[in-house]
């Protein structure tokens, strides 16, 4: 599904990002972990087309992507969230999920205008999914509350439910659960879970907690000085001496 080969990126005379390599096979949970300043959010900021890489390659689906645009990668089907989730705070929850689903035959002025027929059929099965969404995501009852007056957490499960409104192929999740209180931070694991099986997606997860990593992850790499010093599954990484140096050295 995604591709990442030789990735270089340098801010300067520091060198963020070193050959960096990895792949994520289709309808898997992958994490990456490794201390703070690694390269973990550089790598996802170079993969998803907010900063240009020096040198590497990327691919999805088997086609070439870096040189793209955030847009016209997410458009191709790989779409990710942020560290801080952020929403329209004068929008519902509920118009928030209706703002990202995709192809919306009204947004076309001239659909709105001479295509009223084809516009109510799409408007009430966008509905109906941001109702589904927001039943999994237990945020069924603050559908009509403004997404402003929402705490932390449910904000980020808000951005979790925006991506899956655009349908993608493959999910970026930066720290979904950075911050999160730990009733939070279970149904998350869970939403993400339960979502990644149904609807068979791929998920490249950014997360600090083994926890969270051990309960959702098929493999790991892990990053240190902007270079992948292992992988394996999750339980091969916890016995990793190179892992467990790297995370005792910044202690």
Known sequence: MLKVKNLQKNFGNLRAL????????????????????????TLFNVVSGFYEKDRGEIYFKGERIDGLTPDAIAKKGLCRTFQIAKAPEKLTVLENMLLAAEKQVGENPFA??????????????????????????????????????????????????????????????????????????????????????????????????????????????????????????PDEIQQNDKVLDAYLGCA
Do not use: W
């Not at 990895?22 to 690694?38: D, F, H, M, R, T």
């Not at 205008?113 to 099965?125: D, G, Q, S, T």
């Open 18 to 41: 070193d050959n960096v390599s990895l792949e994520v096979e289709g309808n898997s949970v992958v994490g990456l972990i490794g201390p703070n300043g690694s390269g973990k959010s």
């Open 112 to 233: 709105a205008l001479f295509a009223r027929r084809r516009i109510n059929p799409v408007e009430k099965k966008n509905v109906e999914r941001a109702i589904e969404l927001l039943e999994i995501l237990q945020l069924i009852d603050l559908k009509n509350e403004y997404a402003g007056d929402l705490s932390g957490g449910q904000k980020k499960l808000l951005s979790l439910g925006r991506i899956f409104m655009r349908n993608p192929d493959m999910i970026l999740l930066d720290e979904p659960t950075a911050g999160v209180n730990p009733t939070l931070t279970m149904q998350l694991i869970k939403v993400i879970r339960e979502l990644q099986k149904k609807e068979h997606k791929s998920v490249l997860i950014i997360e600090h907690s083994m926890k969270v990593i051990s309960s959702i992850c098929d493999k790991v790499f892990v990053l240190n000085f902007g270079q992948v010093i292992a992988e394996g599954t």
